[in-house]
């Protein structure tokens, strides 16, 4: 039980751990750009400063990766340079069976139309 003596505390004092501190503000203060901006650079140092001093200790872990990565792509940049003229002469061959037929004059006997197309010359 409380003491009748003494006041009781406000609920938002009890939840954030103030003890004595008194009431709780009605509301925060919104921090001005400046405040922001030096929260965020300090931040930003703090962050630095972790990397800078982790940093040897994460070189060992980086040689074994680089080496599996190198030779993995070894045989994919293979593989890329011995598909690269089948995969270009696929694909002019599509994109010529796509485009329009030339049309040239038309020889004897070519029927009604007047031209020939090329494909059949």
């Known amino acids: 039980m409380s003491n009748p003596a003494t ?3 406000a609920v938002s004092d009890q939840v954030r751990g103030n ?7 009605a509301q ?18 703090g962050v630095g400063l ?12 980086l040689a074994p990766t680089a080496l ?6 070894i045989p994919a940049l293979v593989g890329a340079m011995l598909a ?8 002019w061959r599509r994109a010529r069976d796509r485009l329009p037929a030339a049309t ?9 139309r007047g ?5 059949r010359l």
């Open 28 to 45: 925060l203060a919104t921090p001005s750009a400046l405040e922001l901006v030096s929260e965020v650079s300090d931040l930003a140092a």
């Open 84 to 91: 690269a003229p089948f995969l270009l002469a696929w694909r």
């Open 115 to 119: 031209y020939a197309s090329a494909t």
């Open 7 to 9: 006041p009781p505390r």
């Open 104 to 112: 040239t004059p038309a020889r004897f006997g070519d029927g009604e």
């Open 50 to 61: 972790l990397i800078f001093t982790l940093t040897p200790l994460a070189l060992p872990a």
């Open 68 to 73: 599996v990565a190198i030779v993995l792509l």
């Open 19 to 25: 003890r004595g501190a008194g009431p709780a503000p």
